[in-house]
């Protein structure tokens, strides 16, 4: 009825009944799912992204193939915006949302295909989520937040995701670099600010030559090549001052009558911004006289020439345009007070850095600002011979930040290895099944079954039998014990063992959304393309 009304409105609408509607649906997903098997799990394969210009992506972190990757069915589309939000809020789980949703319809439509309405699916579904959500609570091991951070733990978590998205050796460096970070930033009773991390990156050396710098890393040098390159035990002072002539704000104009009314202009315009930097050199002088230190000038404004010089004539290194981010970052590196006038000049508010230094790459000039004495905040610095390998780091350092993250905010983790999954499929086939009534049965069933696609899914990738794993693991979990899949010798083992945990969040996230947007695609009964753009063709 509804088809034949549109048409009559509309008679270039395009539109899918029923059965096709659930075709396309149930196939879009189990091509995407398809696409996304192979890359997940520490044995997964890497895909590689041609760009219209012919710039590589070497990648299998699932957030950016699902970015990067140009798809045109809608309800893939659908799929991958519903992982792609899982990443923004989680930083992780975008292959298993996408593998979980298409093997829930790829089950479901074993049933569908045999006459079950597909209500009734998902009414089996509803149950099996309220039921998920209840046994992942149950599961979750408990740990220490921001207060009592249990660093192995940590660790054992941070390598967990990053051994997904990186090559053994170089997610075992990374761990260590990611863990130390955030336990740099996080405070007690604040949130968790990954902003403070900053991640440089220079195409240079090695990507084993990555580190973690306990202070703070700009991407510009000094403007004065009579300067400093190295300075070691230096005061900063960070401050939002000007230190060049500047004009005036307003259209204004000055009469004079001869040469000299000019000049004592001129000079009295100069004289404003020497002053404010004869001060900055008295400063210097008041707590550097009678000792070897050093002394840092980094403003978020301009300095002139005139004033770059008098500035090396003194000694000091001056930085000019630093970022605001780099501001704040620096005051938390350093100590001090970031300071908006001259008056404010005094001993109090200046950090401290025990070593200042240039480094010079090709064009390209950084100042590394290091040896602080209480950071609460650091800089990663990335190091690799081209784009791609940066560009593969960069992405796996942000996963491994936010995991390391995720656990201190949760006070949680799960065990990881496809443990949960598997355990929770004998939970729902011996315990919920019970509970449900009628055909919905059915549905739990399905649930239960579509679950065991991460365990599957590390098998095939690591080049074992999944079927044989499956029934190993069911054994197992029936027998009491939980475990997962060892991906290096394929039997069935205990993953704590190994240190193998997964976020508490990124689990109940994907509990949360993969089922609704599964049974939401189950209802789907027709398609219809009638947009008004139609009328025109």
């Known amino acids: 009825m509804a088809s034949s009304s549109l048409k009559s409105v509309n008679p270039n609408a395009e539109i899918m009944n029923r059965?096709?509607?659930?075709?396309?649906?149930?196939?879009?997903?189990?091509?995407?799912?398809?696409?996304?098997?192979?890359?997940?799990?520490?044995?997964?394969?890497?895909?590689?992204?041609?760009?219209?210009?012919?710039?590589?992506?070497?990648?299998?972190?699932?957030?950016?193939?699902?970015?990067?990757m140009q798809i045109q069915n809608p309800t893939a589309v659908m799929i991958a915006r519903t992982a792609v939000a899982q990443d923004d809020i989680t930083g992780d789980g975008t292959s298993s949302t996408v593998l979980i949703i298409g093997e829930l319809l790829k089950q479901a439509e074993r049933y569908l295909n045999e006459g079950l309405h597909p209500r009734v699916i998902v009414e089996g579904f509803e149950a099996a989520q309220k039921a998920s959500v209840k046994f992942l609570e149950d599961m979750k091991i408990p740990t220490g937040g921001v207060e009592a951070p249990d660093r192995e733990l940590l660790t054992c978590v941070a390598k967990t995701a990053l051994r997904s998205k990186l090559r053994e050796e170089m997610a075992d460096k990374l761990t260590t670099i990611v863990v130390d970070a955030v336990l740099c930033v996080a405070k007690p009773d604040e949130p968790i600010d990954l902003h403070m991390v900053e991640i440089m990156h220079m195409r240079h050396k090695l990507e084993s030559d990555t580190r973690l710098v306990s202070g703070l890393v700009l991407d510009h040098g000094s403007r004065h090549p009579d300067m400093k390159k190295h300075v070691d035990d230096a005061f900063i002072l960070t401050c939002n001052i000007s230190l060049e002539y500047e004009k005036s704000e307003v259209n204004s104009s000055f009469m004079y009558s001869d040469a000299a009314q000019r000049e004592k202009m001129v000079a009295a315009e100069r004289e404003y911004t020497d002053d404010v930097v004869r001060q900055v050199i008295a400063l210097k002088k008041k707590v550097c006289d009678g000792n070897d230190k050093g002394f840092v000038v980094i403003t978020q404004k301009g300095i002139d020439p005139i004033s770059l010089d008098m500035l090396a004539k003194e000694g000091i290194l001056g930085l000019r345009r630093a970022k605001k981010r780099n501001m704040e970052r620096l005051i938390m590196s350093c100590g001090g007070l970031c300071i908006n006038s001259p008056e404010e000049l005094a001993p109090e508010i200046l950090g401290y850095a025990g070593e200042v230094y240039e480094h010079v790459l090709g064009e390209e000039k950084y100042t590394f600002v290091e040896k602080v004495r209480h950071p609460t905040s650091c800089t990663i610095l990335l190091k690799g011979p081209n784009e791609h390998t940066i560009s593969q780091l960069k992405d796996a350092v942000r996963d491994g930040l936010r995991a390391v993250k995720n656990v201190l905010t949760d006070k949680a983790v799960i065990v990881g290895a496809g443990a949960f999954e598997a355990a929770l499929s004998v939970h729902l086939n011996d315990v919920v099944k019970r509970t449900v009534e009628g055909r919905a049965k059915r549905g739990v069933e399905a649930f239960a079954e579509a679950m065991l696609i991460i365990a599957k899914t590390l098998a095939e990738n690591s080049g074992y039998d999944a079927q044989d794993v499956c029934i190993a693991l069911t054994d197992e979990i029936a027998k009491g014990n939980h475990v997962g899949l060892d991906v290096t010798t394929g039997e069935a083992f205990d993953p704590k063992t190994a240190g193998i945990y997964d976020n508490y969040i990124v689990k109940a996230q994907i509990l949360h959304s993969a089922p609704v947007i599964a049974t939401q695609l189950l209802l789907v009964d027709e398609v219809m393309r009638a947009g008004v753009n139609m009328r025109k063709r």
């Open 19 to 68: 059965a096709a509607a659930l075709f396309m649906n149930i196939n879009a997903a189990k091509g995407l799912q398809d696409v996304m098997k192979s890359n997940l799990g520490p044995k997964g394969t890497i895909k590689m992204l041609v760009g219209g210009a012919g710039d590589l992506k070497l990648t299998k972190d699932g957030n950016v193939l699902l970015k990067e």
